[in-house]
C-alpha cells in the first residue's frame, strides 16, 4: 500500500505551527479571563444583593411592607438558601438557568420564624460579560493573525536561504567547481542553514580534491601507457604477414585508441581546454566533414548560419556522433543542420534509459548487449568537447509510430548538438542537458 505523503515548504509548516500556538494560548487566557470576570461580578451582585435584603429586612421587621420585590416566605426560593436561613443564617445563591440568565438570590431570617429573600437576574453583569467575550475573540483573532504574519516572515527567510541554498548546491552537482554554498546563502542572521552551507562547501571540496586527484592518476597512467603502446605497434609492424599479425596490429592499434581517449578525457576534466575560435559557415562545414567522415550519411541544410567556433572541437564532436550511430544504430544516418543546431539521427534502438537519464558516462556503454563493443567514451568525449565550445549536447529517442517498433525498442536515437549564439569566454559555460523522451 503507497504511502500517502503531503509536501509542504517550511514557511508554511512554522506559519502552522506559531499560529496553532497563538490559538492555544488566546484560547486558554480568554478561558481563564472569561471564568475570572464572571466569577469576580457574581461575588459583587452577591454582596449587592445581601445588602439589600439586610436593608428590607429592617423595614419588615418594623411592620413596614417589603420592598424591591422582596418576598416573604417565597415558594420558588432555593431548597438550599431556604434550610440556611431557617437555621438562622443569611446567605446568597446563584442559580444557574441553561437557557436564560442566571439569578442571585439572597435571604436573612426574620424574628418571627420568617425568611425574606430578594432575587434578581444576572442581566447587566452578562452584557459586560458578553462584551468581555467579544474583545477576548477579537483579541485572540489578532494574536493568531499576527503570530501568522510573523511566521510568514520568518518561514519566508528561511525558505529562501534554504532554496538559495539548494540551488547553489544544484550547480555544484553540475560541476560549477567555483560556487560556495555559503557565499550564496549570506544575510546577516547566522543560523543553522550557515552550517549546513559550510558543510556542503567542505564535503564539495573534498569531492573536487578526489576527482581531481583521480584525473591525475588516470593521466599519468594514461601518458606513460603511450611510449609502450607505440613501441608495441613498433614491433608490430616489422612481424611477419599473417592473421596473428592482424590481430596483434588491430589490438595495439585498439589499445592506442583508447589511451588517446583516455588523455583527452583527462584533459577535457581538468578544465584547462580553451576553444580557438573561427567564423565558419555551419551548414557548409558539417556537409564537407560529414561527406569525409561517413559519405553514406544524408545531410540536410534547413537554414545555414555563420558561427564562430572551434572547427576542430567541431569535428571531433561530429565523428564521434556519427561513429556512435553507426556503431549502436541502423542506416539511414540523417544530419540536419537548421541555424545553430545540429541533429544527428539513426534509426536503431534508441539510447540506452541510463544515458539519458544520468548523461554520457565514460567506460560505460549503456546495455548489456553491448558488453565488448567499444569503451563508452565516444559520447563523453563529445560531451566535453561541447562544453568546452559552451554548446549544450542532449540526447533523446524517437517513438515509433504506435509508441515503439516491433522489437519492443525506439525508433531511433537524436542527439542534437546546440551551439551558442556568443562565443564562448571560458570552458563550462553550459551544462550538459538531458531532454525526457
Excluded: C
Aim: charged share 25%; hydrophobic share 45%; aromatic share 2%.
Amino acid at each position: 500500500m503507497k504511502r500517502f505523503t503531503l509536501r509542504t515548504g517550511i514557511r508554511w509548516k512554522i506559519t502552522l505551527a506559531i499560529a496553532a500556538v497563538g490559538a492555544l494560548i488566546a484560547l486558554a487566557l480568554s478561558l481563564v479571563v472569561h471564568s475570572a470576570a464572571r466569577v469576580s461580578m457574581l461575588d459583587n451582585q452577591r454582596e449587592v444583593q445581601l445588602d439589600r435584603v439586610q436593608f428590607i429586612s429592617r423595614n419588615a421587621e418594623a411592620g413596614r411592607k417589603p420592598l424591591m420585590g422582596a418576598k416573604l416566605n417565597d415558594p420558588d426560593l432555593p431548597g438550599p438558601l431556604r434550610d440556611k436561613a431557617r437555621g438562622g443564617r443569611r446567605g446568597t445563591y446563584v442559580q444557574e438557568n441553561p437557557h436564560g440568565l442566571p439569578e442571585v438570590w439572597a435571604a436573612v431570617p426574620l424574628g418571627n420564624g420568617q425568611v425574606l429573600s430578594i432575587h434578581n437576574q444576572f442581566r447587566e453583569s452578562a452584557k459586560m460579560m458578553r462584551d468581555l467575550d467579544q474583545a477576548l475573540v477579537i483579541g485572540s483573532l489578532a494574536v493568531v493573525v499576527g503570530g501568522s504574519a510573523l511566521g510568514v516572515l520568518i518561514g519566508g527567510q528561511i525558505s529562501r536561504r534554504l532554496r538559495k541554498a539548494a540551488a547553489a548546491a544544484t550547480r555544484v552537482a553540475h560541476g560549477d567547481p567555483d560556487v560556495r554554498v555559503r557565499d550564496e546563502v549570506g544575510g546577516v542572521v547566522r543560523d543553522e542553514t550557515d552550517d549546513l552551507a559550510r558543510a556542503v562547501d567542505a564535503m564539495a571540496d573534498a569531492l573536487q580534491e578526489r576527482l581531481e586527484a583521480e584525473r591525475r592518476v588516470t593521466a599519468d597512467i594514461a601518458h606513460e601507457l603511450r611510449t609502450p603502446v607505440t613501441g608495441l605497434l613498433t614491433a608490430a609492424e616489422l612481424l611477419p604477414p599473417g592473421r596473428p599479425t592482424e590481430l596483434v596490429r588491430d589490438r595495439a592499434q585498439a589499445m592506442r585508441v583508447l589511451v588517446e581517449d583516455v588523455l583527452e578525457v583527462a584533459r577535457l576534466d581538468s578544465a584547462s581546454e580553451r576553444a580557438e575560435l573561427q567564423d565558419v559557415a555551419l551548414g557548409e562545414f558539417v556537409s564537407r566533414r560529414v561527406g569525409s567522415l561517413m559519405p553514406e550519411a544524408s545531410v540536410r541544410i534547413v537554414a545555414d548560419e555563420i558561427v564562430s567556433t572551434d572547427p576542430r572541437r567541431l569535428e571531433r564532436i561530429l565523428g564521434n556522433l556519427l561513429a556512435n550511430a553507426a556503431r549502436y544504430g541502423r542506416p539511414p544516418i540523417e544530419v540536419d543542420v537548421e541555424g545553430r543546431v545540429v541533429r544527428v539521427r539513426d534509426h536503431g534502438p534508441g539510447f540506452p534509459e541510463a544515458l539519458l537519464r544520468e548523461g554520457p558516462s565514460r567506460f560505460r556503454t549503456g546495455s548489456t548487449d553491448r558488453a565488448g563493443v567499444g569503451h563508452g567514451l565516444g559520447l563523453t568525449i563529445a560531451a566535453g568537447q561541447a562544453r568546452v565550445l559552451g554548446a549544450r549536447l542532449t540526447f533523446r529517442n524517437v517513438a515509433a509510430p504506435g509508441g515503439v517498433d516491433r522489437e519492443g525498442a525506439a525508433a531511433g536515437a537524436v542527439a542534437v548538438l546546440w551551439l551558442p549564439e556568443h562565443a564562448p569566454t571560458a570552458t563550462g559555460s553550459f551544462p550538459i542537458i538531458q531532454l525526457p523522451q
